[in-house]
């Protein structure tokens, strides 16, 4: 009977191991990388809490200083590679095998150890693709994972950062692996309990607390004029005709701008109640104003956003929040969220070529998938109607039979012509490509597929791909909005003047818009102190966002 | 501020309403509906849990008994609508709008009560997408659980089948809403925590363990000849060619056949090891010879089996499984694991139309979505490649650039071309459209969409979708293997000739297997009391499947 529980008896033996460098489920701080060299065994798929906001720092730290004679070749199965830790744990050897869905600010260091070979490439995931790899064949034996507290037993309070926590500790602890929490506090009683103690085996205070990016703070004072512009066609010639309320913003500046704009450009267009009410988001300070203005009903987060935890707490009927007052996030659910109860994602790209493919990846960085592919793509099993995702289809497709008609997600990429650094936006070739064919990939690395995207907003105007219907109207229609960029040249002008009489294009004057409007003016908030204002004092920004 | 906090005060003021009939947090069953009366509002959404599976009876019950003055004009939010008492409660007026996902036995009265306008139909989901919904807009006030055992403070422990409660608790409990479970029983010591207690606000005794459905076991003694050899054909024209090693298997008899011949017929072609070795799946007795045979080497489920509780704990190895060794089951990432990390979704349907879209829902009868649709669909969002996955979007679209195109979820679809009552599986025109036009809704029920479809296998060959390169080869397709059916008998033979010698039907000859062959004995188990002793007498059957 025993060889079909080899797992467990294996598990047990780690925790017997481990159990004699711990007082109970307790570890001293300094007694942590010998806790690992106790439970970890070579080769282990380990998954080293982090994404692209909360890090299992103390424990990365631990984890890089073991013995490799001891402890070596992991399979590294995690969201984030974005601590300079995560990455010398190939240089040292301690890890071999990587298997993750995000690398922001290690984008360039990650390229270099790929190149070099010091990493042995996976796959890069979404991270709802990777989660449910933890599930079928990428079950960590090990997760060191990160929470705000812990009581004796092991009970865990993951506080406003619950993120990935309650997943890849299901993944690990009901499949006989062993979960070890990296706590701020130990404490008698918890405020709440976000994972169950029986889950969890050992417990390490951290000398200071676990590390948090600020990754979804906007400064509105660095939104352009261009960005304004881009943002008024949005709403007017996107968010309105669709009537979208069930969405999900990206991070940039772009998108900040049409949070800042509801409670302004939005209200004159009396779009209140009819658009932007319910999101798959995270706490964007950016979208206080709406929310104060009463533009927003609910909120669905990945994970919190530093600085607003008590606005959060006083906006409870808006926020999803625990017993104790706290933001619940839950980057699992929101992912699911975002792809199958939101009608439209939109957000900003680095590249966009001729056919809409669209990548973040340039050679010299690979930044990672994040959330954006499984939003921004169209979920073909979904089967509940809404009267944006019906219309979508019906404009992509119609002349089929209406009852078998399939509605469209709406897969908006916003931006403009030229970007940062005067870089073009619009590319004949992704240099994702050439990064395929570099790392010998199956396949180059694209953040949202042509054939998935429905528009393309800049400041000369808006394309609507599913008004297209071959390939050379759609090529004609990205070059109709790709401004003086090369491609943008490249445009065949009579046919360009052709889409637009048919609405495939649509200039700013063709919605109503003066691209004079487009002023600072507009925005609800012109700087972080008016989001502080606008909160009632509730938003304490980080200090790296304030100037006064 | 406490305009900001409405739902909370709301909460708080139904907790300490219900806390007038309840005992700290315990209620004595007999006081059920009076705490039903005390904390639900007309109006109020409500999760009353059930699945294909587990039902929280004893509290449908008692919602069915409540005064309708204090209590009505419900909107139910729930994967299934199962228990008479689940349409009961629409008769009464205690429930007026409907939003779900399943609901297999209450088909046929569903339907009529649609027809009579007696349920005002939000949507038809799938489980997951109707779990997403949770979370941006049908967030429930009030959730209904089943959970097997509860301590004095709520915390919950769930077995075996702990399936959708860990969602419905989350969403619902995390923005303000109510949750009460029924339990088995009250103890001082849980064997584990699935739900910890400060998300649950009311525990009730009931008189009778919650009801559970065997729906996942198929008793081998029905199996057909024709069934053998569509499963033979699946696993050598498909399973084998294209490496499939991740995937999920529909419930019915062909699936179950599949499993049942992996240990001899699959064995004896050298496949152990290289296919069908991870499943999102939930414990199939019919898998049991297959497990012992050392083919199945990770099974993650949405729910548990009635019987198999005793063997999970015994192969802790193949199951996810709790430290106190029963089954951890989740539906929701079951769920997430099927839609992206399996290669391939196999499964029967009642209606094949000539574009290759399918339904299981006749004029008379409206049995939900359930799972299938989120796993028979092509997931847009995927971005880690795999051997089968890429080998299906080649066949799908060669002419492309590699680096550029994505793979495709293998989609298959088994039957016989003649089903129960000699009913063809092939039609002109689905019955899903009939009812969509009766009902007025914008979609017709479809379960899987032609376009997401890879593979049709009946016992007159496997069509393979992939190869068609346009609507008449697809039609020509489905029809060469539809065998005398109407829609068979309409082919034009020529045609379809020419698609066999291109590989794109291929008959069982071409697969080498002689239909002589598909014989009985072929069955690793030929009865659930062969299954019982592949399990070493692990396997427990609910009675209605012994005739020993």
Same mark, same amino acid.
């Given at each position: 009977?025993?060889?079909?529980?080899?797992?467990?008896?294996?598990?047990?033996?780690?925790?017997d191991?481990?159990?004699?460098?711990?007082?109970?489920?307790?570890?001293?701080?300094?007694?942590?990388?010998?806790?690992?060299?106790?439970?970890?065994?070579?080769?282990?798929?380990?998954?080293?809490?982090?994404?692209?906001?909360?890090?299992?720092?103390?424990?990365?730290?631990?984890?890089?200083?073991?013995? !490799?004679?001891? +402890? %070596?070749?992991?399979?590294?199965?995690?969201s984030? =590679?974005?601590? $300079?830790?995560h990455?010398?744990? &190939?240089d040292?050897?301690?890890?071999?095998?990587?298997?993750?869905?995000?690398?922001?600010?290690?984008?360039?260091?990650?390229?270099?150890?790929?190149?070099?070979?010091?990493?042995?490439?996976?796959?890069?995931?979404?991270?709802?693709?990777?989660?449910?790899?933890?599930?079928?064949?990428?079950?960590?034996?090990?997760?060191?994972?990160?929470?705000?507290?812990?009581d004796?037993?092991?009970?865990?309070?993951?506080?406003?950062?619950?993120?990935?926590?309650?997943?890849?500790?299901?993944?690990t602890?009901?499949?006989?692996?062993?979960? !070890?929490?990296q +706590? %701020?506090?130990i404490?008698?009683?918890?405020?709440? =309990?976000?994972? $169950?103690?029986?889950?969890?085996? &050992?417990?390490?205070k951290?000398?200071?607390?676990?590390?948090?990016?600020?990754l979804?703070?906007?400064?509105?004072?660095?939104?352009?004029?261009?960005?304004?512009?881009?943002?008024?066609?949005?709403?007017?010639?996107?968010?309105?005709?669709?009537?979208?309320?069930?969405?999900?913003?990206?991070?940039?500046?772009?998108?900040?701008?049409?949070?800042?704009?509801?409670?302004?450009?939005?209200?004159?267009?009396?779009?209140?109640?009819?658009?932007?009410?319910?999101?798959?988001?995270?706490?964007?300070?950016?979208?206080?104003?709406?929310?104060?203005?009463?533009?927003?009903?609910?909120?669905?987060?990945?994970?919190?956003?530093?600085?607003?935890?008590?606005?959060?707490?006083?906006?409870?009927?808006?926020?999803?929040?625990?017993?104790?007052?706290?933001?619940?996030?839950?980057?699992?659910?929101?992912?699911?969220?975002?792809l199958?109860?939101?009608?439209?994602?939109?957000?900003?790209?680095?590249?966009?070529?001729?056919?809409?493919?669209?990548?973040?990846?340039?050679?010299?960085?690979?930044?990672?998938?994040?959330g954006?592919?499984?939003?921004?793509?169209?979920?073909?099993?979904?089967?509940?109607?809404?009267?944006?995702?019906l219309?979508?289809?019906?404009?992509?497709?119609?002349?089929?039979?209406?009852a078998?008609?399939?509605?469209?997600?709406?897969?908006?990429?916003?931006?403009?012509?030229?970007?940062?650094?005067?870089?073009?936006?619009?590319?004949?070739?992704?240099?994702?490509?050439?990064?395929?064919?570099?790392?010998?990939?199956?396949?180059?690395?694209?953040?949202?597929?042509?054939?998935?995207?429905?528009?393309?907003?800049?400041?000369?105007?808006?394309?609507?791909?599913?008004?297209?219907?071959?390939?050379?109207?759609?090529?004609?229609?990205?070059?109709?909005?790709?401004g003086?960029?090369?491609?943008?040249?490249?445009?065949?002008?009579?046919?360009?003047?052709?889409?637009?009489?048919?609405?495939?294009?649509?200039?700013?004057?063709?919605?109503?818009?003066?691209?004079?409007?487009?002023?600072?003016?507009?925005?609800?908030?012109?700087?972080?102190?008016?989001?502080?204002?606008?909160?009632?004092?509730?938003?304490?920004?980080?200090?790296?966002?304030?100037?006064?």
């Amino acid at each position: 009977m025993t060889t079909w529980q080899k797992a467990r008896t294996a598990r047990d033996a780690r925790i017997d191991a481990g159990a004699k460098v711990a007082k109970g489920k307790i570890v001293e701080t300094g007694d942590v990388t010998r806790l690992l060299e106790a439970v970890i065994r070579p080769g282990d798929r380990v998954c080293l809490e982090g994404d692209n906001q909360k890090q299992a720092d103390l424990l990365s730290a631990a984890l890089l200083a073991v013995d !490799i004679s001891k +402890v %070596n070749n992991l399979h590294m199965v995690q969201s984030g =590679v974005v601590l $300079p830790e995560h990455l010398d744990l &190939f240089d040292r050897g301690v890890a071999k095998k990587l298997d993750y869905a995000y690398s922001g600010p290690q984008s360039a260091r990650i390229a270099t150890m790929l190149f070099g070979g010091k990493i042995e490439l996976g796959a890069i995931h979404t991270y709802l693709e990777l989660f449910a790899r933890y599930f079928i064949d990428l079950t960590p034996h090990v997760a060191l994972i990160a929470a705000v507290s812990a009581d004796r037993d092991g009970n865990l309070y993951t506080g406003p950062n619950t993120e990935d926590t309650p997943t890849v500790v299901e993944a690990t602890s009901f499949k006989d692996g062993i979960v !070890i929490a990296q +706590v %701020n506090e130990i404490v008698d009683k918890l405020p709440r =309990v976000d994972i $169950p103690g029986d889950r969890v085996h &050992f417990v390490v205070k951290s000398d200071k607390p676990f590390f948090v990016e600020p990754l979804f703070t906007r400064d509105p004072a660095a939104i352009t004029e261009g960005q304004i512009l881009t943002a008024m066609m949005a709403i007017k010639g996107i968010y309105a005709p669709y009537g979208v309320r069930r969405l999900n913003h990206g991070i940039g500046f772009s998108t900040a701008a049409i949070e800042l704009l509801l409670p302004t450009f939005g209200e004159k267009l009396g779009l209140r109640g009819k658009i932007a009410s319910q999101f798959a988001l995270n706490p964007h300070p950016a979208l206080i104003p709406a929310i104060e203005s009463g533009w927003v009903e609910q909120i669905h987060s990945f994970g919190s956003e530093v600085g607003m935890d008590d606005y959060i707490r006083a906006r409870s009927d808006v926020y999803f929040t625990g017993p104790d007052g706290s933001l619940r996030s839950n980057r699992a659910f929101c992912q699911v969220a975002g792809l199958y109860a939101c009608d439209m994602f939109i957000g900003s790209t680095l590249q966009i070529d001729l056919k809409g493919n669209s990548s973040t990846i340039t050679t010299s960085r690979i930044a990672g998938f994040g959330g954006a592919p499984n939003m921004g793509s169209d979920p073909r099993g979904r089967r509940h109607p809404s009267e944006p995702w019906l219309q979508a289809g019906r404009e992509a497709d119609p002349d089929s039979t209406p009852a078998l008609r399939r509605g469209r997600k709406l897969v908006v990429q916003i931006g403009e012509t030229f970007g940062e650094k005067n870089v073009p936006l619009f590319v004949e070739k992704l240099d994702a490509i050439a990064l395929a064919e570099k790392l010998k990939l199956d396949l180059a690395p694209v953040m949202i597929y042509g054939d998935d995207i429905t528009h393309i907003i800049t400041e000369e105007g808006i394309a609507n791909l599913l008004l297209c219907r071959d390939a050379r109207e759609r090529e004609q229609a990205i070059r109709g909005v790709a401004g003086y960029t090369d491609v943008g040249r490249g445009r065949d002008k009579q046919f360009v003047q052709s889409l637009r009489e048919r609405g495939v294009i649509r200039r700013p004057e063709d919605l109503g818009i003066d691209p004079l409007d487009a002023d600072r003016s507009l925005l609800a908030a012109r700087s972080i102190k008016d989001l502080v204002r606008w909160s009632g004092g509730l938003y304490a920004p980080p200090s790296k966002f304030r100037n006064w």
